[in-house]
């Protein structure tokens, strides 16, 4: 056998190979044959095994393989560990590169061979390699650790990078709208039209019912025809109300008049 050995004749029986080395095929007179770094033997080994994966042998002639750490990784065969690359972590020994896995949202790990991963601070989110954090542009929001940055809510808005609240930085505008999140201004998505209103934090304008409208007086004027008319403000003074009428004369297409806030 190859894994053992005879140094004089009429011996009753052979002698093992030394752990890490291996006998030429058929007879052998000495185990001269290391194993190469990467494999092992054990004594009366008849061939070189190769390390297991998240294991290394170093040197030629191993007697056994040694395992990785924590934030290392090692691939079937290996002579040396390998640091687990930034973004990456692994809390015990790893079979791949692949380690533990990419670190989550929310979190990073800048340097190689981490065990963990670092969450980001409020109003960041990690970066798509998970290497860093980036601050949360304007419009989002994020808190320790909750993960990518957030668009603000609809009726928010947010004109600073590096939101920490889902707040964000104050509610749109009385008289405007945002019924999309991540707005960047207090006028949101803009103005509400004529003949609509909202309160600050609206997500859409209200239609101005016509039981709001609770006067129309017509008045003599210079030109025969004037019109004032009179709005009910709803329940809060912070709203504020676009309208405008337009007076035609009784069976006819004739403007004679048009009243616009």
């Known amino acids: 056998s190859s894994g053992r050995y005879q140094t004089a004749a009429k011996q009753a029986d052979c002698d093992a190979c030394a752990a890490g080395t291996i006998g030429a095929a058929g007879r052998s007179l000495a185990c001269t044959q290391e194993c190469v770094a990467g494999k092992y033997s054990l004594s009366g080994s008849a061939v070189c095994s190769t390390c297991p994966a998240g294991q290394f042998s ?38 791949s590169s692949v380690c533990s896995g990419i670190c989550p949202a929310g979190t990073y790990s800048a340097a190689e061979g981490a065990t963990s991963c670092s969450e980001c601070p409020a109003g960041y989110g990690s970066s798509t390699e998970r290497t860093s954090c ?49 707005s960047i ?8 039209p004529t003949g609509r209103y909202s309160f600050a934090g609206s997500g859409n304008c209200t239609i ?21 008319a009179l709005w009910e403000v ?28």
């Open 58 to 95: 170093k040197a030629d002639g191993s007697a056994s393989c040694t395992g990785c750490t924590g934030g290392e990784y090692s691939e079937a065969g290996s002579v040396e560990c390998s640091k687990c690359a930034a973004g990456r972590f692994s809390t015990g020994v790893s079979l």
């Open 134 to 182: 980036t601050i949360c542009l304007a419009g989002k929001y994020s808190r320790e650790g909750s993960g990518e940055c957030s668009k603000c809510a609809e009726g928010r808005y947010g004109s600073n990078a590096g939101a920490t609240s889902f707040q964000c930085e104050g509610a749109c505008a009385a008289g405007f709208f945002g019924n999309t999140d991540g």
């Open 185 to 192: 201004t207090a006028e949101c998505n803009g103005r509400c």
């Open 208 to 228: 101005v019912p016509p039981s709001r409208l609770t006067a129309i007086t017509v008045t003599p004027g210079s030109d025969g025809k004037s019109i004032s």
């Open 234 to 261: 709803p329940t809060s003074t912070s709203a504020v109300i676009d309208y405008s009428i337009v007076l035609r004369l009784k069976g006819t297409n004739e403007v004679v008049e048009t009243v616009q806030q």
